[in-house]
């Protein structure tokens, strides 16, 4: 907002009024489909960028929990998940909803950070 930043990765959602206000230009969506609510937003592989990317959240709890406790956690937050409101909630806010249980969350925090960590390598910002 200050215009000391040029280039940033954000989400369109959360950027909506700053693109609106004409104070930043969306130039592309890491996604790998147009968002429906920017669909005049190309992707970077419609732009010849082989890359996608997405926005996650996620709870996680500390190594070695119980699995009872995982177990009542997960069931907690897939009704809070798929409950009307939560969806109505994210709907209207602009976002998707993607649910993982436990073990799929896991698998996919595991492959994000070697993906990730494989492009910080290759560009020299981690070892």
Same mark, same amino acid.
Not at 57 to 73: S, T
């Given at each position: 907002? +200050? ?5 940033? @990765? !954000? $989400? =369109? ?5 700053? *693109?609106?206000?004409?104070? /930043?230009? +969306?130039?592309?969506?890491? !996604? ?5 609510? #920017?669909?005049?937003?190309? @992707?970077?592989?419609?732009?010849? *960028? %082989?890359? @996608? ?6 709870? /996680?709890?500390?190594?070695? =929990?119980?699995? %009872?406790?995982? &177990?009542?956690?997960?069931?907690? =937050? %897939? ?9 109505? #909630?994210? &709907?209207? +806010?602009? #976002? &998707?909803?993607?649910?993982?249980? +436990?073990? %799929?969350?896991? /698998?996919?925090? !595991? ?14 910002? /981690? $070892?």
């Amino acid at each position: 907002m +200050a215009g000391g930043i040029h280039v940033s @990765t !954000a $989400s =369109l959602v959360e950027n909506q009024t700053m *693109i609106e206000a004409g104070r /930043a230009k +969306a130039l592309a969506v890491m !996604a790998e489909e147009r968002d429906p609510k #920017f669909p005049d937003v190309p @992707t970077l592989r419609e732009q010849g *960028i %082989d890359f @996608t990317m997405a926005a996650w959240r996620g709870i /996680a709890g500390p190594e070695g =929990l119980p699995e %009872d406790v995982v &177990g009542e956690l997960s069931c907690h =937050l %897939d009704g809070i998940v798929h409950s009307p409101a939560y969806e109505e #909630f994210m &709907g209207t +806010a602009g #976002f &998707g909803i993607v649910w993982r249980g +436990a073990e %799929d969350f896991g /698998a996919y925090l !595991a492959e994000q950070d070697a993906e990730k960590g494989e492009i910080m390598r290759a560009a020299g910002l /981690a $070892s």
